[in-house]
């Protein structure tokens, strides 16, 4: 193992900086070149590489964001365009690649290993949708900035006693509304995993109120709807006023909290282990607390389990 690329595809999140810190440091430490490989999968078909050194992850632990950039790439799926990146790694002589993203960026990671390149996932993305792991490096942070703008709702809610729809990332994954709900006591969490009754939700508001509560907060994942159409079916049941935020692109940045730098380190650094030991074609992930690797296709072969028990008690602690 002589040459290693690391690079962060799909949406960044928070500790993404974190990750690639440590892979090039603790690549350095045991004498490897590192190359950081700009803007995702689309820096390997481009040859849009830089070689690492110590000083080039320097001041990059604290920042969100990913310093080495991150995109989307379509082309990566497609034969040619894998081809290029192919033929890129070949001509830098990268011997192992660690890819730091979710699940499309780790679906680019199989067809890696599966043409034979030595690839190593580190799960990092807000939304928490990897059944394999119990935590996503960005996951926390995010949580952290959503509960940051439910304090803030909840003193305009109650000011004006008004029902507010707070719409959250998470693509199909409901994790970030059910968990900040929880922690940010609001009254509902509308989330993929469980259908949306509307008239029930028109009912708890309505009871709510009968029963004197001047506010509510109801926490919408994206992947549940939108809060405007979500607002409107409702108030064809009650016309109360309802307002919407849209929380957007703000959940995707800022100074990663220390439970994301610290996966990010120990990914990172792990990940430089596993290309080391010949350990390849592995995605990493944390199980109470410890950090474990599991093949590439069984972990993306497994279906996420709903924690129940969190939108069972967020239900009883909103009554
Ligand atoms: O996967 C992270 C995420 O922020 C999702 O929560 C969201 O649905 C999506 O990315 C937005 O993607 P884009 O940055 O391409 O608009």
Do not use: W
């Amino acid at each position: 193992m002589k040459t290693i690329g690391v690079l962060t595809s799909g949406g960044d999140a928070p500790g993404m900086n974190a990750a690639i810190r440590a892979v090039v440091r603790y690549g350095i430490y045991n004498n490897i070149n590192v190359l950081g490989i700009n803007k995702g999968y689309r820096g390997l078909i481009d040859n849009d590489i830089e070689k690492m050194d110590l000083s080039s992850v320097a001041d990059i632990i604290h920042r969100g964001g990913t310093t080495l950039g991150t995109a989307r790439c379509e082309k990566f799926m497609t034969k040619e365009g894998f081809q290029e990146a192919l033929e890129t790694i070949r001509y830098r002589d990268i011997d192992g690649i660690v890819v730091i993203g979710g699940d499309g960026s780790f679906r680019g990671a199989k067809e890696l290993s599966e043409a034979g390149v030595k690839t190593i996932g580190i799960p990092g993305t807000i939304d928490n949708d990897l059944a394999y792991t119990d935590y996503t490096i960005g996951f926390s942070t995010a949580l952290e900035t959503i509960l940051d703008a439910i304090s803030k709702i909840r003193d305009t809610s109650s000011s004006h006693e008004r029902t507010i729809i707070m719409e959250v990332m998470g693509r199909n994954c409901g994790d970030l509304a059910l968990y900040s709900g929880l922690a940010g006591g609001a009254e509902m969490v509308l989330i993929p995993e469980v259908e949306i009754n509307i008239e029930e939700v028109a009912e708890k508001i309505t009871q709510g109120m009968a029963r004197g509560k001047k506010h509510s907060i109801i926490m919408l994942a994206e992947g549940a709807g939108d809060a405007y159409g979500i607002r409107d079916q409702i108030n064809e049941y009650i016309g109360v006023p309802i307002r919407c935020t849209v929380l957007g692109y703000i959940q995707r940045g800022g100074t990663p909290v220390s439970y994301d730098r610290l996966l990010g380190s120990r990914m990172g650094a792990n990940a430089v282990e596993c290309l080391l030991n010949g350990n390849n074609n592995v995605l990493l992930g944390t199980k109470n607390g410890k950090i474990f690797d599991m093949d590439i296709e069984e972990a993306l072969n497994m279906k996420k389990k709903f924690d129940d028990k969190a939108f069972e008690l967020t239900k009883i602690l909103s009554i």
